[in-house]
């Protein structure tokens, strides 16, 4: 009997095919455009911040610094087109995220060792975009060091070089992950649309009811936990399906690193209890609304409250303590938390233990309820 | 499927003071009735009257606060077994189908949620294509049926499994008379084959056609249970009668009966008894009689006696 309920319930989704545009198309159409507004993140970020070089001077000094902004951090630096052009306006007109104003006398001043003087070098910043000033000034100050190590005697140059502090990044929780941030926003933006879809497909039940499909059932051999059951398995499934499309675009358009033993292992243990925990709570919605408005309105408040505070829009190390606490009450917050680290601390399979505990509890608690409140349903008559 | 106890006839469904409420508004007051095999039985009432409730009761979708159900001679609980559960078939009012499916998968879907599968299960959605004259547009999806197909395939999906008692809930709603007297003729097939029917509706002309007997419910309770040519005799004085004379009676046919220039109206309990004796002394006044109906008594007559014409919503 649940291998009917499946059945009908792929020949019900296979059918519509705007619903089935809906459960595959429209989650990578969302994770597409997040991938490519923030997956640059994952290489520095420097490339978001546009700036204009307005020179006082020309000359080899300024073009070796400049390039060395370039290389090293990945600065997008253009030469203002009409250097009588007020540092303001090139913001205000979007030109550049920030401006930076080269002395005459520099080059002089950096190959003299101070001898002439040290000009200021001025940097107009745009408050619209509190890291770019930061980013760039850093990178000036570095290339300013090495353009004035370059231009000490060699032995000395090396002296120095040598004697300069270095700092190194480690990363102690594995840290070896390709493209970081597309592994979040794959997670993120899966278990948000997972958590839509199948709410939206669990209206099945209330389309049940409505029609009296749902007393025929009843009246057949068939039981409402077995009903509720194959309703489960099927959300199962189509939820796995939908993430693991998500996660293999990610793959080829995005460059996610998902084909490794560790990462192919970890993601689908998450995914399968992600799925069963979402099917669980699209269900409880439904056996809680009376109608497909009624469930469509309150699965939307909650489906994005529950996005919101789980970190499936915005990163939760990045929110303040108390909300990081209250999101840990969303089940996206312990999907993420598993996702998190199957992609970005290399962790093996068994080391998703707690996520996979508070996951699967909370399938049973979710599946629990419905079962209870599908029973009153039918009991009340509604 | 279990078997009816030895010994002929049997009764297929019995239902003893079935009491029932809801938040603690009765909604059955002991309501008791039995339907023998080849049977076939109207439930009718007022909306609210209680015909759903018990139609529920019966079917095991709602457990009776007292009273019993006995399907096929044995008592059955609430919690009901697989082979108790196949004893009845239930074609509720709403067309419960899945629509995205075509007449062919709905009509495998319901047999296997009934425990037919295989060769049998085949065997039966070709006979209900076949009954139900549908076999061509088996492979086409229920949304796009006729009112009247998507309610011939409802009643199928509840056979498959061949029943002993079929409970249908307004069967025939929004249905032309072809397909209509297509869903009768169904019904009275099934009927041939001894299953007991119990048939709640509001088409009071259909039950008076087609029922053997009739239960009248109103809030809760059972006002009439009988068959329905007893019912109607019991109606007394409600044979409608008109007359049109060539001109105005001047004489007094009863209190019963009323004028209304050449035409004279009214009731009578036995028109072969009494009508003569009207017709006579029409004829020593002088009047010639032009024109003379006589209605029958109707159920809906003694519906409307029995559950009065307000309005129960």
């Known amino acids: ?382 | 499927m279990i078997e009816p106890p030895n010994g002929e006839p049997s009764l297929s469904l019995e239902a003893e003071g079935i009491r029932k409420s809801f938040a603690g508004t009765p909604a059955l007051r002991g309501v008791s009735l039995s339907v023998r095999a080849g049977e076939w039985l109207g439930l009718l009432g007022p909306n609210g009257a209680g015909k759903t409730t018990l139609m529920r009761v019966i079917a095991g979708l709602l457990p009776a606060d007292e009273g019993e159900v006995s399907l096929l001679g044995r008592r059955v609980d609430a919690v009901r077994t697989a082979e108790e559960r196949d004893v009845i078939g239930l074609v509720p009012q709403e067309l419960a189908l899945y629509p995205t499916l075509t007449a062919e998968e709905n009509l495998r879907a319901f047999a296997r949620f009934h425990g037919v599968a295989g060769g049998m299960a085949r065997e039966r959605v070709d006979w209900a294509l076949g009954w139900t004259g549908l076999a061509e547009r088996a492979r086409e999806r229920v949304a796009t049926f006729s009112g009247g197909m998507k309610r011939r395939l409802n009643i199928a999906c509840a056979v498959l499994h061949g029943p002993r008692v079929l409970l249908l809930d307004e069967p025939t709603v929004g249905v032309d008379p072809q397909a209509r007297q297509r869903i009768w003729s169904m019904l009275g097939a099934l009927r041939e084959e001894g299953v007991a029917i119990v048939h709640s509706s509001h088409q009071l002309d259909e039950v008076e056609a087609t029922c053997d007997r009739v239960v009248i419910l109103d809030r809760g309770e059972p006002r009439r249970v009988g068959a329905v040519a007893d019912l109607l005799r019991d109606l007394r004085g409600s044979h409608r009668i008109s007359m049109r004379f060539d001109a105005t009676p001047t004489v007094a046919f009863g209190p019963s009966f009323e004028v209304d220039g050449a035409t004279v109206t009214g009731a009578l309990e036995d028109p072969a008894r009494d009508l003569p004796e009207l017709l006579a002394k029409a004829s020593e006044s002088g009047l010639s009689l032009l024109e003379l109906k006589i209605e029958a008594p109707r159920l809906e007559d003694l519906f409307t006696a029995l559950t009065g014409e307000g309005l129960r919503e």
């Open chain 1, 1 to 382: 009997m649940i291998r009917t309920l499946l059945w009908i319930g792929w020949l019900d989704l296979r059918r519509d095919r705007v619903a089935l545009a809906l459960t595959f198309a429209l989650p990578l159409a969302f994770f597409s455009v997040f991938a490519s507004v923030f997956g640059g993140l994952d290489d520095g970020g420097g490339r978001t911040v546009k700036v204009a070089w307005v020179a006082e001077e020309a000359t080899d000094v300024t073009a070796r610094l400049r390039a060395n902004m370039e290389e090293r951090f990945g600065l997008r630096i253009a030469p203002a087109t009409d250097p009588a052009q007020e540092p303001a306006d090139l913001i205000t007109s979007g030109t550049a995220d920030v401006v930076v104003v080269v002395p005459a006398g520099l080059s002089a001043a950096l190959t003299s060792l101070g001898a002439t003087g040290a000009p200021e070098v001025s940097l107009y910043a745009n408050d619209a975009n509190p890291l770019a000033a930061p980013i760039v000034r850093g990178a000036l100050e570095a290339a300013l060091f090495d353009v004035v190590v370059d231009s000490l005697p060699e032995a000395v140059a090396d002296r120095v070089a040598a004697s300069a502090v270095r700092i190194r990044t480690e990363r102690p929780l594995g840290g070896g992950a390709k493209k970081p941030s597309i592994a979040f926003f794959a997670a993120g933006i899966g278990v948000m649309f997972l958590l839509f879809s199948l709410s939206g497909r669990s209206s099945i039940l209330i389309e049940e009811r409505e029609t009296g499909v749902l007393a025929r059932l009843m009246a057949s051999r068939l039981t409402l936990g077995r009903l509720l059951v194959g309703r489960w398995l099927f959300l199962v499934l189509l939820g796995c399906a939908q993430i693991s499309v998500m996660f293999v675009w990610a793959a080829f358009a995005f460059g996610l690193d998902l084909f490794t033993p560790r990462h192919l292992a970890g993601s689908a243990i998450m995914t399968v209890m992600s799925a069963g925990a979402a099917a669980a709570f699209g269900l409880l919605l439904a056996t809680l609304c009376r109608s497909r408005a009624q469930l469509s309105g309150i699965s939307s408040v909650v489906i994005l409250v529950m996005s919101a505070l789980g970190g499936s829009m915005f990163p939760r190390f990045l929110m303040p303590e108390g909300m990081q606490q209250l999101g840990r009450f969303t089940f996206n917050a312990w999907a993420l938390d598993g996702y998190q680290k199957v992609f970005w601390y290399e962790a093996a399979p068994l080391e998703l233990w707690r996520e996979c505990a508070v996951l699967a509890a909370a399938t049973a608690v979710l599946l629990g309820l419905a079962l209870v409140m599908a029973r009153r349903s039918v009991r009340d008559g509604v």
